[in-house]
């Protein structure tokens, strides 16, 4: 049986409230009873002074493959997850053509397993061509193997519709992962309203398009007393409605990234096209709302929404230029600079975002290191630092927002299911 021993590390296991200095064998896949040791083992990595966590689990990638391969492929995002420390991924259904019948899914995934790196699942289209007019054939996503469904891009804005979503889904023991925009609201608007956006000359949107959302589909949820996702909240009206949700009983998961913890608008109408994205960059008050609310568990998820471009397309200025950043290859390093160093996560609570409550939202395997466990492993170092130059990146998307920006700790092995995928080169 193959053996991998890590070594001198400090232990984080969300799983069990683990936090200990102590080596972690693995043996034939999976992680070796605490007791278990070989004289001799197959490979060994040295985690003196770095963090040993369940591999993160990422419920928001965009894999731009079929129809935008240009931007980034299941192959080239793979290779970022892994360089980020993510060993599962569940990947969004706004492709061309859309995941909305299980001959793409299918396709995707199959294409994912061939590539043998990190897991990777899929979200369903909530409705055919992701048009929000009609539901899409969930029982037979559901069957083409999807963990979820979602419009991702685009929120279901007809709630007739968005309830009859959530009851299909329910039925088939699967969620609607919710994107939170009213259209009517949000139309043509590019940057959070307010003084920045007045600065700089450019449309602003109001947070109330995603709020009024959010408050329409925690209501569902209580009425059909079933459950929803919230994805990739940005500003403090949202977290007010979880509060509250959360002190009724309302069953939801909800989730964060990181370029909202740690950006504001400021950052935005500073920096040009690269700090573009959907739901955009909030006030510094949002910022500061979303990391105490992730810190409360409130909002439970840390999902990069990874969402490469070609430069061309963002070459086409603030207003062209389409919605969205990367971000798995940062993801790790962003929260460690500007949510745990600054006193809103331990490392154990971290390790927790990022692995065990992704992988409990959608009834996936994960974010343990329990022995007899899947050895999926991330190993951290907080004290490399770094600066992206995303020339150097594995994604084929350019479009980093915190390129140049000096961050600290950095994802430096990365293990599925017992084999190392990803090892730092000074490592």
Same mark, same amino acid.
């Given at each position: 049986?193959?053996?991998?021993?890590?070594?001198?590390?400090?232990?984080?296991?969300?799983?069990?409230?683990?936090?200990?200095?102590?080596?972690?064998?693995?043996?034939?896949?999976?992680?070796?009873?605490?007791?278990?040791?070989?004289?001799?083992?197959?490979?060994?990595?040295?985690?003196?002074?770095?963090?040993?966590?369940?591999?993160?689990?990422?419920?928001?990638?965009?894999?731009?493959?079929?129809?935008?391969?240009?931007?980034?492929?299941?192959?080239?995002?793979?290779?970022?997850?892994?360089?980020?420390?993510?060993?599962?991924?569940?990947?969004?259904?706004?492709?061309?053509?859309?995941?909305?019948?299980?001959?793409?899914?299918?396709?995707?995934?199959?294409?994912?397993?061939?590539?043998?790196?990190?897991?990777?699942?899929?979200?369903?289209?909530?409705?055919?061509?992701?048009?929000?007019?009609?539901?899409?054939?969930?029982?037979?996503?559901?069957?083409?193997?999807?963990?979820?469904?979602?419009?991702?891009?685009?929120?279901?804005?007809?709630?007739?519709?968005?309830?009859?979503?959530?009851?299909?889904?329910?039925?088939?023991?699967?969620?609607?992962?919710?994107?939170?925009?009213?259209?009517?609201?949000?139309?043509?608007?590019?940057?959070?309203?307010?003084?920045?956006?007045?600065?700089?000359?450019?449309?602003?949107?109001?947070?109330?398009?995603?709020?009024?959302?959010?408050?329409?589909?925690?209501?569902?949820?209580?009425?059909?007393?079933?459950?929803?996702?919230?994805?990739?909240?940005?500003?403090?009206?949202?977290?007010?409605?979880?509060?509250?949700?959360?002190?009724?009983?309302?069953?939801?998961? *909800?989730?964060? /990234? +990181?370029?909202?913890? @740690? &950006?504001?608008?400021?950052? =935005?109408?500073? %920096?040009?096209?690269?700090?573009?994205?959907?739901?955009?960059?909030?006030?510094?008050?949002?910022?500061?709302?979303?990391?105490?609310?992730?810190?409360?568990?409130?909002?439970?998820?840390?999902?990069?929404?990874? *969402?490469?471009? /070609? +430069?061309?397309?963002? @070459? &086409?200025?603030?207003?062209? =230029?389409?919605? %969205?950043?990367?971000?798995?290859?940062?993801?790790?390093?962003?929260?460690?600079?500007?949510?745990?160093?600054?006193?809103?996560?331990?490392?154990?609570?971290?390790?927790?975002?990022?692995?065990?409550?992704?992988? *409990?939202?959608?009834?996936?395997?994960?974010?343990? &290191?329990?022995?007899?466990?899947?050895?999926?492993?991330?190993?951290?170092?907080?004290?490399?630092?770094?600066?992206?130059?995303?020339?150097?990146?594995?994604?084929?998307?350019?479009?980093?927002?915190?390129?140049?920006?000096?961050?600290?700790?950095?994802?430096?092995?990365?293990?599925?299911?017992?084999?190392?995928?990803?090892?730092?080169?000074?490592?």
């Amino acid at each position: 049986m193959a053996t991998l021993l890590i070594r001198n590390g400090r232990l984080i296991d969300p799983s069990r409230n683990l936090d200990v200095q102590r080596d972690l064998w693995i043996r034939d896949g999976k992680v070796a009873p605490d007791d278990f040791a070989a004289e001799r083992p197959d490979d060994v990595f040295d985690a003196a002074g770095m963090l040993v966590m369940p591999g993160f689990v990422d419920v928001h990638v965009h894999l731009r493959e079929p129809g935008n391969e240009q931007a980034e492929t299941v192959e080239t995002g793979c290779a970022a997850a892994l360089a980020g420390g993510f060993t599962t991924l569940v990947c969004m259904p706004n492709t061309i053509p859309a995941m909305d019948n299980p001959d793409v899914v299918r396709r995707v995934l199959d294409k994912a397993a061939a590539v043998r790196g990190p897991r990777v699942y899929a979200l369903g289209a909530v409705t055919v061509g992701r048009q929000g007019k009609r539901l899409a054939p969930m029982e037979l996503l559901a069957e083409a193997g999807v963990v979820g469904f979602t419009d991702d891009g685009s929120g279901v804005q007809d709630e007739a519709l968005a309830r009859a979503a959530m009851q299909r889904a329910a039925a088939l023991g699967l969620r609607i992962a919710e994107h939170c925009e009213v259209a009517r609201l949000s139309e043509g608007g590019v940057i959070r309203r307010g003084p920045a956006a007045e600065r700089a000359c450019l449309p602003g949107l109001p947070p109330e398009a995603e709020s009024d959302m959010v408050a329409r589909d925690l209501r569902l949820a209580r009425e059909l007393k079933t459950s929803v996702h919230l994805q990739h909240l940005s500003t403090m009206q949202s977290v007010a409605h979880l509060r509250a949700a959360k002190a009724r009983g309302i069953r939801f998961t *909800a989730e964060v /990234t +990181p370029h909202h913890l @740690a &950006l504001t608008d400021e950052d =935005a109408a500073d %920096g040009g096209p690269d700090f573009k994205m959907n739901p955009p960059l909030g006030f510094e008050g949002d910022r500061k709302a979303l990391c105490e609310a992730l810190r409360d568990n409130i909002i439970e998820i840390i999902a990069t929404d990874h *969402a490469p471009h /070609t +430069p061309a397309a963002k @070459a &086409l200025g603030f207003k062209n =230029a389409p919605s %969205g950043v990367i971000g798995m290859e940062t993801a790790a390093s962003v929260i460690w600079t500007h949510v745990a160093q600054r006193g809103f996560l331990s490392p154990l609570q971290m390790a927790a975002r990022m692995s065990l409550a992704p992988a *409990a939202a959608f009834k996936l395997e994960g974010g343990t &290191l329990k022995p007899g466990a899947r050895a999926d492993v991330a190993v951290f170092n907080p004290d490399l630092s770094w600066t992206p130059k995303p020339e150097e990146f594995r994604s084929r998307g350019r479009n980093c927002p915190f390129k140049g920006r000096l961050l600290h700790g950095r994802v430096v092995c990365t293990v599925v299911a017992g084999e190392v995928k990803y090892r730092d080169a000074l490592h």
